[in-house]
């Protein structure tokens, strides 16, 4: 069982910047990758970046590309999300979620995913 807690989300102006953190409880956290996804109202969750287990591959959807950068330190048991140059359209409730895929694969769908956090509401105004 791995429980997951988002932290960092909040209001912010168009051009600004936010970084989310995911605090991981339970088993062994290099064990799992992580993913954050994002669902805004009345929209379906969608995938916004990946981390493998080490943290040698990761992944993006295009539109945040080159605007949000994934991390995780293994130590802290925590993944991060960077997001800069935040557009109005990025506005949703970020969830990370943790995988059991092995070696350095990507999971990018929300069904390979088991466990997820509550989720951290980010709202970008313009």
């Known amino acids: 069982q791995v429980q997951l807690v988002e932290s960092g989300g909040g209001l912010v102006q168009a051009g600004g910047s936010l970084r989310l953190s995911c605090a991981a409880s339970?088993?062994?956290?290099?064990?799992?990758?992580m993913g954050w996804f994002r669902q805004a109202p009345g929209k379906e969750r969608e995938f916004v970046a990946a981390i493998s287990r080490s943290g040698g591959s990761i992944y993006y959807r295009d539109s945040v590309k080159g605007r949000f950068t994934i991390s995780r330190d293994n130590a802290k048991n925590t993944v991060y999300l960077r997001m800069n140059s935040l557009k109005p359209e990025d506005t949703a409730v970020y969830y990370c979620?943790?995988?059991?895929?092995?070696?350095?694969?990507?999971?990018?769908?929300?069904?390979?995913?088991?466990?997820w956090g509550q989720g951290t509401q980010v709202t970008v105004s313009s």
């Open positions: 339970g088993r062994t956290f290099s064990s799992y990758g």
């Open positions: 979620a943790a995988n059991g895929m092995p070696l350095d694969r990507i999971a990018t769908m929300t069904y390979e995913y088991t466990y």
